[in-house]
């Protein structure tokens, strides 16, 4: 039996929406799917799964929401914001584990936390999300624990790949099914890179149900 399990009623969350949008051309989280920011979205989705809310961002977003840039300076990728996440949530009270959420996946499952939770039978373990057999590691569940080691892992690691952080721990993958829509099924972690992914991600809003 398990000697550790996860209370999911205090788990922080934080919103990556960092980095450069390069792809997009513009900063994603105030990108408008369906007459809402993608930044509204995300809140959206996430404020019913966790206790409370931040946004990692290179700027404050002007959403009242706590604002946590990168500590870890020069745009270093997710995992910058990642241990940003880490560092902010080893500031609250009694909390153990951080979720992260992408800015550019508005249809990230309504149970992400509640799974993620399910699978943690040590402190130190990580929950990441898949789906259709790839793995999207910026959907984690990660120990606040790992924060200064994180930090010297990005300060000492050429390529900074999520993957080879993941690869020294323990990890869990989450599966999570694809999404009935009243047209095909969607994958829940559909990423908006391009203007043509925004164009997609409109169909799928209108088939959604
Ligand atoms: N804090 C932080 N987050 C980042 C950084 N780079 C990417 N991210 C986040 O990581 C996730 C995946 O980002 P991508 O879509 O791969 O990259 P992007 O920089 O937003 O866009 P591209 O420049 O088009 O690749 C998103 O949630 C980003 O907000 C970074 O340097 N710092
Ligand atoms: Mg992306």
Redo the contacts with the bound molecule.
Sequence with gaps: MADFSLHNTNIPGVI?????????GQD?ASVMLGGRSLLDHAIARLAPQVSTIAV?ADSEPQCGLRFIP?IIPG????M??IH?AMAHAATLPGVSHVVTV???SPFFPAELVADFAAVIDSPAKIAIAASEGRPHP?FGLWPVSLGDELAGWIATDEKRRVRDFLLRHNVAEVAFPLHPTRASLLDPFF?I?TPDDLVEAERWLQVLS
């Design positions: 990556l929406a960092g980095g450069r949008s390069t792809r997009m994603k990692n990168d745009k270093a990728g997710p910058a914001g940003a992408s800015i550019d910026v990423n890179n």
